[in-house]
């Protein structure tokens, strides 16, 4: 088979083999030369310049477990390594070898490789073990050549900053641990009741997950008019979340101290808006927090990017 049938098979949904997710399960993967191969399947990044980039794979896996396990012999199995950029909807295969000569080897991708990425958006990284030859297999199980027989991919999102907060963009699994359902947009995650202490990182107070489609949408469309109004709502309905949660841990009798992450964002607010921050404190003691989010609106400039959505330039 050619490369490019190995991009079109392999993705295929197949049942795989039982007991042979885990045979992949050690392959490390690093980002820099100066990282470990660690074996995790998230990596958060900032923002990054592909020419500082210098992906590695660290194959460790046991190429008997395919003829022990799955009854294949190793030679009718091929190992291929993939990059997908989601943001150029881009997928390019790097490596394609026989999985008896891939185990034990480290790949590295070079930088003419990488160039062809933007490294601004979400990316995969696919590890496969695929059938190197049709076979004959109860129905349901990999049968034609290219199928996954085992896969392991590493998720690279990109850390979104703000002038308030950084949004993780993370794969729709990652909800599920939170006992969330996977087509969750965004979850704001909060990790502390004292809203009032000083901070220099933001990540003790909360974290926020972004699904990296509604993420990579947001990418893509944060030049246009509808892309700049959906931003605005998402980014309103955060803060209001936030600042609502910061209220309800704060006592009736406890003020906001200087200095603090919530006298921060009300100082924030309060300098956009011309609403004194004494008026904003008791739109977020009220219940509902309803005239906090509508003033969170105003602050974002929510209504003039709603209008322009439909005004013709």
């Not at 042979?20 to 392959?27: A, Q």
């Given at each position: 088979m050619t490369p490019s049938d190995w991009l079109r098979t392999e993705a295929r949904i197949v049942r795989p083999f039982k007991d042979?997710?885990?045979?992949?399960?050690?392959?490390g993967f690093r980002l820099f030369d100066r990282d470990e191969f660690s074996v995790e399947e998230v990596l958060c990044k900032e923002n990054m310049v592909s020419d500082q980039v210098m992906p590695a794979f660290k194959l460790d896996f046991d190429a008997e477990k395919i003829e022990n396990d799955l009854c294949i012999p190793v030679d009718s199995v091929r190992l291929i390594i993939s990059v997908e950029d989601r943001l150029l909807k881009k997928r390019i295969l790097h490596t394609d070898m026989s999985a008896s000569q891939a185990k034990s080897q480290r790949i590295d991708l070079s930088p003419d490789f990488c160039h062809q990425f933007s490294w601004v958006g979400p990316m995969r990284f696919t590890v496969a073990l695929v059938l190197a030859e049709n076979r004959k297999a109860p129905l349901g199980e990999a049968s034609r050549a290219g199928n996954w027989l085992a896969k392991k991919e590493f998720v690279l999102s990109m850390t979104k900053d703000s002038s308030l907060f950084r949004i993780e963009s993370v794969p729709p699994e990652r909800f599920e641990q939170f006992g969330l359902l996977r087509d969750t947009a965004y979850f704001v995650h909060i990790l502390t009741e004292d809203f009032n202490q000083s901070f220099e990182d933001l990540s003790g107070l909360f974290t926020i997950y972004m699904n990296e489609s509604v993420s990579l949408m947001l990418s893509r469309t944060e030049e246009s008019k509808h892309g700049q109004a959906l931003a605005r709502?998402?980014?309103?309905?955060?803060?209001?979340?936030?600042?609502?949660?910061?209220?309800?841990?704060?006592?009736?009798?406890?003020?906001?101290?200087?200095?603090?992450?919530?006298?921060?964002?009300?100082?924030?607010?309060?300098?956009?808006?011309g609403i004194e921050t004494r008026s904003i404190v008791a739109m977020g003691r009220e219940p509902g927090n309803c005239r906090l989010r509508a003033l969170l609106q105003s602050e974002t400039g929510l209504t003039k990017a709603l209008v322009s959505v439909t005004t013709k330039s």
């Open positions: 042979s997710e885990d045979i992949l399960s050690e392959v709502i998402v980014y309103s309905d955060i803060v209001a979340t936030i600042l609502g949660t910061c209220f309800s841990y704060l006592s009736l009798d406890e003020e906001v101290q200087v200095g603090g992450f919530l006298h921060t964002a009300i100082d924030r607010i309060s300098k956009n808006t």
